[in-house]
């Protein structure tokens, strides 16, 4: 088995130690965020970083990488990152509202693109190819193509101090997904829908479930149960 210390990962070239380390949390979420700014310009950009927080309120949390304002304020050191503009950030501080999209099997691809660096004046949708879709009472786009997605209100954004990311925490609203997958005891069953998994910075995953497992109690075994929970 290989070692690597902090020495040996502070030495690794830039982009070899972001790899590296964006591996190291094994597969994540992959959704694309919808936004709008006041302009009407919408954005769709591909994130791994959300989060559940709570259920009573609904919460989620989400990691935004630094403004380039925000960098430019602070003094830079090496635990500082390189940063570009982020329409996303400031689509969500104009209008308090952002759409989730899980990433499906269909639109992996054009999903990952969205992570190129378009100028603010572009929208995401129309460079790769993917639909807008709206909800009354909701003014940021869905993607239309995504089989489970969500609306969330901002209820916190809270700069971290340690490497300048932003934590934004968002209460869920309005979720559309094919009433198939939505199982008789709240259970989701992503899976149908042939959601992605991403894993390190560019890898993307089809799942297999091993099984449901029942609800643990101290000295006694649990049991596999079906999707459905039974």
Same mark, same amino acid.
């Given at each position: 088995?290989?070692?690597?210390?902090?020495?040996?990962? !502070?030495?690794?070239?830039?982009? #070899?130690?972001?790899?590296?380390?964006? /591996?190291?949390? !094994?597969?994540?979420?992959?959704?694309?965020?919808?936004? *709008?700014?006041?302009?009407?310009?919408?954005?769709?950009?591909?994130?791994?970083?959300?989060?559940? *927080?709570?259920?009573?309120?609904?919460?989620? !949390?989400?990691? *935004?990488?630094?403004?380039?304002? #925000?960098?430019?304020?602070?003094?830079?050191?090496?635990?500082?990152?390189?940063?570009?503009?982020? =329409?996303?950030?400031?689509?969500?501080?104009?209008?308090?509202?952002?759409?989730?999209?899980?990433?499906?099997?269909?639109?992996?691809?054009?999903?990952?693109? &969205?992570?190129?660096?378009?100028?603010?004046?572009?929208?995401?949708?129309?460079?790769?190819?993917?639909?807008?879709?709206?909800?009354?009472?909701?003014?940021?786009?869905?993607?239309?193509? /995504? #089989?489970?997605?969500?609306?969330?209100?901002?209820?916190?954004?809270?700069?971290?101090?340690?490497?300048? &990311? *932003?934590?934004?925490?968002?209460?869920?609203?309005?979720?559309?997904?094919? =009433?198939?997958?939505?199982?008789?005891?709240?259970?989701?069953?992503?899976?149908?829908?042939? &959601?992605?998994?991403?894993?390190?910075?560019?890898?993307?995953?089809?799942?297999? $479930?091993?099984? $449901? #497992?029942?609800?643990?109690?101290?000295?006694?075994?649990?049991?596999?149960? &079906?999707?459905?929970?039974?």
């Amino acid at each position: 088995m290989k070692h690597f210390s902090t020495k040996a990962i !502070g030495e690794l070239e830039s982009r #070899q130690r972001a790899r590296f380390i964006n /591996s190291l949390s !094994g597969f994540k979420s992959a959704n694309l965020v919808g936004t *709008i700014d006041n302009k009407g310009v919408t954005n769709l950009s591909i994130v791994s970083s959300v989060f559940h *927080i709570g259920a009573s309120p609904a919460l989620l !949390g989400m990691i *935004i990488r630094p403004t380039a304002v #925000q960098v430019k304020e602070q003094a830079q050191t090496a635990t500082h990152p390189q940063s570009v503009p982020r =329409d996303t950030l400031a689509n969500i501080e104009q209008t308090g509202v952002y759409t989730l999209n899980h990433v499906c099997v269909d639109i992996y691809q054009q999903a990952h693109q &969205t992570s190129a660096r378009y100028d603010a004046e572009v929208s995401e949708f129309d460079a790769v190819g993917l639909t807008e879709s709206y909800l009354d009472g909701v003014a940021a786009p869905f993607v239309l193509e /995504s #089989q489970l997605k969500f609306s969330l209100s901002v209820r916190e954004i809270t700069p971290l101090k340690i490497n300048n &990311t *932003i934590l934004i925490i968002g209460e869920v609203t309005h979720v559309l997904v094919d =009433d198939k997958a939505v199982k008789a005891d709240g259970y989701i069953d992503i899976e149908a829908l042939n &959601t992605t998994a991403v894993s390190g910075l560019d890898s993307y995953h089809v799942t297999e $479930r091993l099984s $449901r #497992q029942s609800y643990a109690k101290v000295g006694k075994n649990t049991k596999m149960l &079906t999707v459905s929970g039974d």
